[in-house]
């Protein structure tokens, strides 16, 4: 007995999948002993082979009664009236034929490259792909198609496709074989699309992935998707990765008037500001780890151009904001950035404005482009910051006798030298310079009688202050003659204190208060009478 597949239920035209002999030995001996007896074969029993056969050729199956050629008896088999008694269909119940039925499928993706507006990437797609356990397997040429597109929503159904591409694989990932109940893998698919364009607009927020049989296929096979329809959708939800435009930046130094200022040569100086990027229009968003950097450096101009001094760049921002997300059309608020500035070697003077530059992060995952408009100038501001030297609180003379003698002896003295707290040290080489003069006034001022520019020894002169406390320079001398003053008016001998004209390193020294007594001393004199 002879069983094969049909397309129509009376077993003509094309016989699929024929097998010449599905009956047992036991069955295929069964004995004829008299005319009209009932030839009954119960329980037949086979396995059908449906290799290269779709569910469409086996609708019906049919079975031919025919003489076996290897029978030990020779008689003839005919049918009456005709052959076609000889053969018996019946139709294959619905369901019951499976081709490929696919329960599921997935996929990731990687950008190869920077993203940059108006370009379209190299994406890596590895794609999974799941069959029910009981269905058909496959295995042929062009199986398979997979289309890429942008769309409005999550299950990727709808009219509005963005640059759908209908075909992305390759010819031999479209010829993958199908094992039924095993993952079906397609790796490194690789196709061009611009994601600049899904993600940042409200209208394509999604990349979706359509995975179904292949047009022209061969063999030709049943394909369904467990879920429904006869292809599956996957989307997934972008990330903004179109460029961000900034126009500039906006900074608040929240440390003016709040008696924070850089200290001169220190290295812990707190800067604490308010920092906005201002986005320009078009701009895009973007969203991940290390999107951000900045530098922060000391300059003696506005526009920061020139010599950026002890420029810093590590420590700048903190994680979260190295890491802040910038919604598309918005500016990025990076909020107090609070950081430690190190004025080591340098001056007020060439501090005078504080510089920052914005800049993406050296590694930031995902890349993404930073575009400034008009120019990279617009990414750099300045602002101004307080800034203190060496402040002089007071200097002091102390005169251990203030006779001008006879004999030309010096008048010896001290000088105390007291800073302000809120100032900064001063360590280094020929720092101070003091004065000795002789003035009429007892606050020195007005005309003066110049005796000494420097009655500092180097020793004294390079000795460090710390800010707070102070220095006394003892054994100081004056000398002083009865022919240099007028005994019968009053005459005071004054000193006064000035940073050293070879200084090193250079420093700024102040008066606390802006009071410039605080440099100057004076002590009255009186002339020491003849001996009678």
């Keep these: 007995m002879a069983l094969y597949g049909s397309e129509r239920p009376n077993g003509e035209g094309p016989q699929y999948g024929r097998q010449e002999q599905v009956l047992s030995p036991y069955h295929a001996s069964v004995p004829l002993r008299e005319p009209g007896q009932l030839l009954n074969y119960d329980d037949v029993a086979t396995n059908f082979d449906m290799t290269g056969l779709t569910c469409a050729q086996v609708k019906h199956m049919c079975t031919e009664l025919r003489r076996n050629p290897q029978s030990s008896v020779d008689f003839e088999l005919t049918g009456v009236p005709d052959e076609t008694v000889l053969k018996a269909c019946f139709e294959v119940p619905d369901g019951s034929c499976k081709g490929v039925v696919i329960t599921d499928m997935s996929w990731d993706m990687e950008i190869q490259g920077d993203v940059k507006s108006g370009q379209a990437e190299t994406l890596a797609i590895n794609m999974d792909v799941d069959s029910l356990v009981n269905s058909g397997s496959v295995e042929g040429e062009t199986l398979w198609r997979v289309g890429l597109y942008g769309s409005n929503n999550p299950k990727g159904s709808g009219a509005k496709k963005l640059d759908y591409q209908r075909q992305i694989l390759s010819q031999d990932q479209s010829g993958r074989s199908l094992r039924a109940g095993e993952t079906m893998q397609i790796p490194f698919i690789e196709t061009k699309f611009d994601m600049t364009k899904v993600g940042c607009e409200e209208e394509y927020q999604y990349l979706c992935l359509e995975y179904t049989k292949g047009q022209r296929a061969t063999p030709d096979f049943m394909f369904e998707v467990q879920e429904g329809g006869d292809q599956i959708v996957r989307c997934k939800a972008q990330d903004c990765r179109k460029g961000v435009k900034l126009r500039g930046l906006a900074i608040d130094n929240m440390a003016s008037g709040a008696g924070q200022q850089l200290l001169e040569g220190s290295r812990n100086n707190r800067l604490l500001f308010d920092l906005q990027g201002l986005a320009a229009a078009g701009s895009g968003g973007a969203s991940g780890d290390g999107l951000w950097g900045m530098k922060v450096w000391a300059s003696t101009r506005e526009d920061c151009e020139g010599p950026r001094m002890n420029e810093q760049q590590r420590d700048t921002l903190s994680r979260y904001q190295i890491n802040k997300d910038v919604r598309p059309g918005e500016d990025v608020n990076f909020g107090a950035v609070d950081m430690n500035f190190d004025m080591t070697g340098l ?151 000035s940073q050293g004209a070879a200084a090193s390193p250079q420093f700024t020294m102040s008066a606390q208060g802006d009071s410039q007594s605080n440099y100057v001393d004076c002590k009255k004199l009186k002339c020491q009478k003849p001996r009678k």
């Design 347 to 497: 001056t007020c003077d060439e501090a005078r404005y504080m510089c920052v530059e914005l800049e993406k992060g050296p590694r930031p995952r995902p890349n993404f482009e930073l575009e400034a408009v008009p120019s990279n100038d617009v990414l750099k501001k300045s602002f101004r910051h307080d800034c203190s030297g060496v402040e002089i609180a007071r200097t002091g003379m102390d005169v251990d006798d203030n006779t001008v003698p006879l004999d030309g002896r010096p008048i010896r003295f001290d000088t105390t030298v007291a800073t302000s707290s809120t100032g900064a040290d001063a360590r280094g080489s020929n720092m101070w310079n003091l004065e000795t003069f002789l003035s009429s006034n007892p606050d020195g001022q007005g005309s003066r009688n110049l005796l000494d520019r420097q009655v500092l020894t180097q020793t004294d002169a390079s000795r460090d202050l710390t800010a707070g406390s102070q220095i006394r320079f003892a054994n100081l001398e004056a000398q002083v003659s009865q022919d240099d003053i007028n005994c019968e008016e009053i005459t005071y001998l004054c000193v006064e204190l």
